[in-house]
């Protein structure tokens, strides 16, 4: 298995009069077609080590490598190339643009990549908004959808540029139980049927269960990461 994501020593410190530790000496390897769950309790760094990992945050001590690459010499521009080529995001709220439609919401990514024609982003984001059961919903605005298909649109942003992984930031926080499990199945099924990596911060016990591999954080530090047998899902 090659590494997509290679953290090592990773460390995330807020200056201030005293200093907080988001991020403690984190080392981690992740591959291709993993499905992790991140846990930890509330203010133990979840969110603070995606972003490092999604290229959002810098560290402030450590080495990150992403597809081999080593980010701590990239210049802004360069982190925001490997982040759109190799990175998909989907956050809580889903922060989709209110004056786009769900087929221009999800056309963002690929313009900022800037490599398809106009059609080709259409028909691309029309294909991805179909495979997420939204086939009837491409012209609509965000706010005429319901909580869980607006996340399976930020689903297909997240894939707009096929990158390699995606990140999830308690996807399913904001979603009732049946949408919830609808995510979490798109989710598994990046993994499954399109070969992507997931890594979803959550604190659905549920969800982190059912996952490939748990990365449990205490004050921001790895205390455990445990993989489960294949056969669990
Ligand atoms: N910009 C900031 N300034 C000050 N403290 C911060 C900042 N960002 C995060 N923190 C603190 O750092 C710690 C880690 O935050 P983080 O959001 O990564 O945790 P989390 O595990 O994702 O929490 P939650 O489950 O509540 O979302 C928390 O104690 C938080 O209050």
């Known amino acids: 298995m090659s590494a997509l994501i290679e953290a090592e020593h990773l460390t995330r410190i807020l200056p201030a009069t005293v200093p907080v530790t988001l991020v403690r000496d984190v080392s981690l390897t992740v591959g291709e077609r993993e499905f992790i769950a991140i846990t930890g309790p509330s203010g133990s760094g979840k969110s603070s080590l995606l972003y490092l990992l999604g290229l959002l ?69 029309a294909g991805l908004l179909e495979e997420l059961g939204l086939a009837g919903h491409l012209d609509k605005r965000p706010d005429q959808l319901s909580g869980g298909q607006r996340q399976r649109v930020a689903v297909a942003r997240a894939l707009a540029n096929d990158p390699h992984v995606v990140l999830a930031d308690e996807p399913t926080g904001s979603l009732d139980s049946k949408s919830s499990e609808q995510v979490f199945q798109i989710l598994r099924d990046l993994v499954r049927k399109r070969g992507k990596t997931v890594i979803a911060v959550t604190h659905d016990m549920d969800i982190a269960a059912r996952a490939d591999r748990r990365i449990h954080l205490v004050d921001g530090g790895v205390v455990s990461d445990e993989r489960a047998a294949p056969a669990a899902v």
């Not at 490598?65 to 995001?89: C, K, P, V």
């Open 57 to 125: 945050d810098r560290p402030t001590g450590g080495t990150l490598r992403i597809a081999g690459q080593d980010t701590s010499a990239m210049d802004d521009d360069a982190l925001a190339r490997l982040r759109l080529e190799m990175l998909g995001f989907v956050f809580q709220f889903h922060f989709l643009l209110p004056e786009f439609t769900v087929s221009e919401n999800v056309q963002l990514p690929m313009r900022k990549a800037g490599r398809l024609s106009a059609r080709e982003m259409r028909e691309r984001a």
